[in-house]
């Protein structure tokens, strides 16, 4: 059974950077098959997916446009974990944030089967 | 992006009864080489993350009970719960996942009337 958990600060200033990270177990973030991936949910966004990174041979990453520019995701292969860092943070950011896995293959995909608990990142100073 | 659209917003049905909910996708999400609809359905439940109910538009996912059920195909789709019960009181979302940026509806409230 996949088992996702996540830990970081609650609480973090304008203009500085979240950072967020997702412990697996169950499974590996160097898996050739699934994908390891951070969403949000706001009142305001919905459920937004904002990137991914995965290993086929090398890693790959995949961020959305509305972040792409302050945005990493960053594999830990030693703790078995990966990471999220979003930059220049303002209170438009405020959410709970999600790690999910999905299953990606031979060029089709999954819905994301297994979660985080979330965790409520509040931007202000 | 593929915008996804769902109706109604919310929907208060009597115990035992039938909820529906429909979700519209700006694109087809039919991947012809693999004959599969990129669609999916979750439930979520307050300070709980979304749970997967239902993947290529119509396959329960293990564990789900056999009152949630999917269909459709292309643009249009639908989530049915044939009986609805007490603990079915949640948000329900669909997702595409034919392409990236994965995107979402803006969710359904199913309550008890």
């Known amino acids: 059974q996949v088992q996702l958990q996540q830990s970081g600060p609650g609480l973090v200033k304008p203009s500085q950077t979240l950072s967020l990270t997702c412990a697996i177990s169950?499974?590996?973030?160097?898996?050739?098959?699934?994908?390891w991936n951070w969403l949000r949910q706001s009142p305001s966004r919905g459920l937004e997916w904002l990137g991914r990174t995965y290993y086929r041979s090398m890693w790959y990453n995949d961020y959305a446009l509305s972040v792409k520019s302050r945005i990493t995701i960053n594999p830990d292969t030693s703790k078995n974990q990966f990471s999220l860092q979003l930059n220049s943070v303002t209170p438009d950011d405020t959410a709970v944030y999600y790690c999910?896995?999905?299953?990606?293959?031979?060029?089709?995909?999954?819905?994301?089967?297994?979660w985080g608990q979330g965790t409520l990142v509040t931007v202000s100073s | 992006d593929i915008v996804m659209t769902q109706s109604p917003d919310s929907l208060a049905v009597s115990l035992g009864e039938r909820a529906t909910i429909n979700c519209k996708s700006s694109?087809?999400?039919?991947?012809?080489?693999?004959?599969?609809?990129?669609l999916g359905w979750f439930q979520q439940k307050p300070g709980q993350p979304p749970k997967l109910l239902i993947y290529?538009?119509?396959t329960r996912e293990s564990g789900v009970p056999d009152r949630f059920s999917g269909s459709g195909s292309g643009t249009d789709f639908t989530l049915t719960i044939s009986s609805l019960q007490a603990e079915d009181v949640a948000v329900y979302y669909c997702q595409q996942y034919y392409t990236t940026p994965f995107t979402f509806g803006p969710g359904t409230k199913v309550d008890i009337k």
């Open positions: 694109q087809s999400v039919f991947h012809s080489s693999h004959n599969k609809n990129f």
């Open positions: 290529w538009a119509s």
């Open positions: 169950g499974d590996s973030v160097s898996s050739n098959s699934a994908a």
């Open positions: 999910a896995r999905h299953v990606v293959r031979s060029g089709w995909t999954t819905p994301f089967d297994y």
